[in-house]
């Protein structure tokens, strides 16, 4: 019996699949774009029966399993298995890495890990504001606004920290849990990894030292700059530091708002004393400690980076000082007292000078009223 030419071919390409597997060829004549995806992706060089190793038949049934990439990514796969991520469905692979056939390199400009377009992969579950509370919504928009999102997504510099750089990548866990990069007392080291500096001079300070010591209270990072809405040296940004530094020191933060610096800020301007400029923004210590800024030693260094010429004298002004303590401040207690009294005087007199005035205008009104000139009759009248 002779067959045709095209049928044998199909026995021994059949026959070939079951004891070998099927080749990407064989895979090509059914799946033609997904071989034309497959050749620009990163494995491109791996066969699809790699991937797809419950196919051993050519052709082959029409439902397959899916495909497990732990087969390859181990490490990857047991990392997000422990993550936030896990229950999120069995297809997170290509959710944040891209469709399966065309799954790029994320060194690749074009794929949805790739260091600027990072943000907006994570943007699609964390950018909406009808997600649930543990979505984290309308943090992307944060992002953006922030100054590593403006760094990254406007002005293309890939060193600045995108999503992965804070949070991970596979092992992404709750900020609630102690082993997670955005965990409270973590937090430091994981931002340490870019700002080093910052880092040093932070556990070199008061706030670095207490979180040291296991102080849980003790402000991170995120409490001064936010998690993702971080902006530095900004008008807006500095406006709000000295109400930052007042949610723990509120004493602080009332004395700091009678002074003129606080007054001078209130205006809009900028360049004026804060917090940070007398107390340093992270090497903050006590003024008991010889290496503070604020230490008696060092204020005429510290005040004459504002005003030249700084001497003992200048500095003996009291920035926090208390006008209700009247032991450590007597002259400015009484002479607050004196003025209270002053401005309460003046505004009595005239409140009663107003009040005795209108008493008497409304007296004389009255009185004219009462007393009436007679009217002349008129003429032609009897």
């Known amino acids: 019996m002779n067959w045709p030419a095209a049928a044998v071919l ?17 895979c090509k004549s059914c799946h033609e774009q997904e071989a034309t995806n497959f050749k620009s992706s990163v494995h491109a060089t791996q066969a699809c029966t790699d991937c797809h190793t419950t ?3 050519y052709p082959h049934q029409l439902n397959i399993a899916r495909v497990d990439c732990s087969g390859c990514h181990a490490d990857s796969v047991a990392a997000l298995k422990s993550s936030v991520h896990a229950n999120t469905g069995p297809d997170t692979c290509k959710t944040c890495h891209g469709g399966a056939h065309r799954m790029l390199a994320k060194s690749n400009p074009e794929s949805p890990v790739f260091a600027t377009n990072l943000p907006r992969t994570c ?44 949070h991970g990548s596979h092992k992404i866990l709750s900020g609630k849990d102690p082993h997670s990069r955005t965990a ?9 990894e870019c700002h080093a500096g910052s880092e040093r001079a932070y556990f070199a300070g008061i706030h670095g030292q207490n979180l040291k010591a296991g102080n849980s209270a003790a402000p991170v990072c995120t409490d001064c700059h936010t998690a993702h809405q971080i902006s530095t040296q900004t008008a807006s940004f500095l406006s709000k530091t000295t ?35 007398c107390h340093r ?52 207690s009484y002479s607050g007292m004196f003025m209270n009294m002053l401005l309460a005087g003046t505004l009595g007199f005239f409140a009663l000078h107003s009040l005795l005035w209108f008493i008497r205008l409304e007296f004389e009104t009255r009185q004219r009223r009462v007393v009436k000139p007679a009217s002349k009759p008129l003429k032609g009248t009897i």
Request: with cysteine.
């Open 184 to 192: 409270h007392a973590n937090i430091p080291a994981t931002c340490g």
């Open 55 to 57: 196919i051993r038949g």
């Open 281 to 332: 923004e992270h090497e903050t210590l006590p003024a008991s400690d010889p290496r503070s800024a604020v230490a008696p030693a060092n204020l005429i260094a510290t005040c004459g980076r504002c005003h030249p010429g700084a001497n003992a004298g200048f500095v003996s002004y009291a920035p926090h000082a208390d006008k209700r303590d009247r032991k450590a401040f007597p002259i400015l």
């Open 243 to 277: 109400a930052t530094c007042g949610g723990c020191h509120r004493h602080s933060e009332e004395t700091y708002h009678d002074t003129f610096h606080s007054h001078v800020s209130g205006l809009g301007y900028v360049v004026t004393a804060h917090c940070w400029d």
């Open 10 to 26: 199909s026995l021994a390409l059949a026959a070939n699949a079951l004891a070998t597997g099927p080749s990407n060829n064989d």
């Open 123 to 166: 943007g699609v579950c964390h950018g909406d504001t009808k997600q649930p509370k543990n979505a984290a919504p309308r943090v992307y928009a944060m992002y953006i606004d922030s100054i590593h999102g403006s760094a990254l997504m406007k002005n293309g510099l890939l060193v600045s920290a995108n999503c992965s750089s804070c």
